[in-house]
């Protein structure tokens, strides 16, 4: 179905061709970092300039924002659906590359809009924004290299979980081919260092083991690991983990996710899944540049110490809601968290690995008159008819807000005296949805 897409690929590359100069704007996640990095390398290598701006979301602010720039062409990716008209109406050049659930489907003057739902192609599993920079890029010229960084958007997007599906998939399958990629064996713990990767594990999220050096160091000495390339030695912590995730309550639908196939990045020296992690933190650092630097030029000291920076806020973050729990209602649950960028992250690993997994989480964050919400639900709940981004969009503009996103994953923004507001309706609306 991706070549009912072709022709706007190529409409996409044949404006940004005509230009010297464009101006790059993209979300801060995994995603929105890959899928800038990976249009951004297109673009150099066709010789053309550009500037990036990272934003955390796209609202009224930011569009003031990129109607201000003095470049004549720009490039959204993982943004732009929901501002669609705003955006035709600014008289430049214009490209799009979303997968977030349309609104509308219009042609537009100076705008190549092109969104994978369009082709009838599901962009919650199947293609995220870094799937669309990626063909993009091959409309470009020969860029199959740039699956390096495509991967580690899809990872971020949690599109890897089950296995890579659609779209993602042929492309992942043709670089693993081609050697691009090198696929390793299954494993519920990711690859590298153990006692890191143990300390750093957020998903899954092991209660006495994430976030906690001396519960690390207790439990490699309890078994006696020494060397983990060892197949014995690794089986047996791994049954260990196992162990200690079904004690905690989760489900083995959800351990089934987590045992998958780890991906070997040669350009970087690195599993996909670090990489993913490296660049998200950057963006949610503020520091959405370094992300992009490690992309582009596969090295980044900055990107790197931002990433053990905010693990750190992100597993005391962790370790605090674990401890303390979310407020349960009878269709959703809550959680007030003011440590910066990590939400969204933590709101999933609730879900997945702690709380009720049958009901939708959000994190409300603090921002001055606001609240910035990040919303999560697992696939048991989208099995039960949830979706979040409906559920957002709608609940959210109730109260003079704005929002939306994924089935899955979903956000937003409201004023603060209207959280109890939306709560109260998000409740009945997720009520109907599985009712």
């Known amino acids: ?194 006692t890191h990767s143990l300390y750093e594990s957020i998903d899954p999220f092991i209660k006495g083991i994430s976030g906690d050096i001396t519960g690390v160091k207790e439990l490699l000495a309890s078994l006696n690991i020494v060397d983990l390339s060892d197949q014995i030695e690794k089986k047996r912590l791994e049954y260990e983990v196992l162990g200690r995730l079904r004690s905690q309550g989760v489900s083995d639908h959800i351990i089934d996710q987590c045992i998958q196939p780890r991906y070997h990045l040669p350009t970087y020296g690195m599993d996909a899944e670090r990489l993913s992690r490296i660049i998200d933190a950057c963006g949610r650092s503020e520091k959405g540049d370094a992300g992009i630097d490690l992309c582009l030029d596969g090295k980044s000291p900055i990107a790197e110490s931002t990433y053990m920076k905010y693990t750190e806020r992100l597993l005391r973050c962790a370790d605090d809601l674990s401890k303390n729990g979310t407020i349960v209602m009878e269709n959703i649950q809550f959680f007030i968290n003011t440590v910066s960028g990590v939400t969204g992250t933590v709101a999933g690993m609730y879900s997945r690995y702690l709380g009720d997994p049958m009901k939708p989480i959000v994190g409300f964050q603090p921002e001055g008159k606001k609240y910035s919400l990040s919303s999560r639900c697992t696939d048991l709940a989208l099995d039960k008819g949830v979706n979040m981004a409906a559920a957002m969009r709608e609940c959210t503009r109730a109260v003079g807000g704005n929002g939306g996103g994924h089935a899955n994953a979903a956000g937003g923004s409201i004023h603060k005296e209207k959280k109890d507001e939306f709560l109260k309706l998000l409740n009945e609306t997720i009520g109907k949805q599985i009712s």
């Open 1 to 194: 179905m991706i070549e009912r897409l072709k022709g706007r690929f190529e409409k996409a590359a044949e404006i940004a061709k005509c230009h010297d100069r464009i101006h790059l704007f993209s979300h801060y996640d995994a995603d929105g970092i890959a899928s800038a990095s990976v249009v951004a390398s297109s673009l150099r290598r066709s010789g053309i300039e550009f500037d990036v701006t990272i934003f955390p979301t796209l609202e009224p602010k930011q569009m003031e924002k990129i109607k201000d720039t003095e470049f004549e062409c720009m490039i959204m990716t993982d943004m732009g659906t929901s501002y669609l008209n705003e955006l035709g109406e600014l008289g430049k050049d214009c490209i799009i590359l979303d997968h977030h659930e349309p609104l509308t489907d219009i042609d537009l003057n100076h705008v190549a809009y092109i969104n994978c739902h369009n082709a009838g192609i599901d962009g919650s599993h199947e293609v995220c924004a870094s799937t669309m920079a990626y063909l993009f890029a091959q409309a470009m010229g020969d860029n199959k290299d740039l699956v390096e960084i495509a991967i580690a958007g899809m990872i971020g997007d949690k599109q890897h979980i089950g296995g890579f599906k659609g779209v993602n998939k042929g492309i992942i399958d043709s670089a693993i081919e081609d050697g691009r990629i090198i696929c390793q064996d299954d494993s519920l713990i990711p690859s590298g260092d153990i």
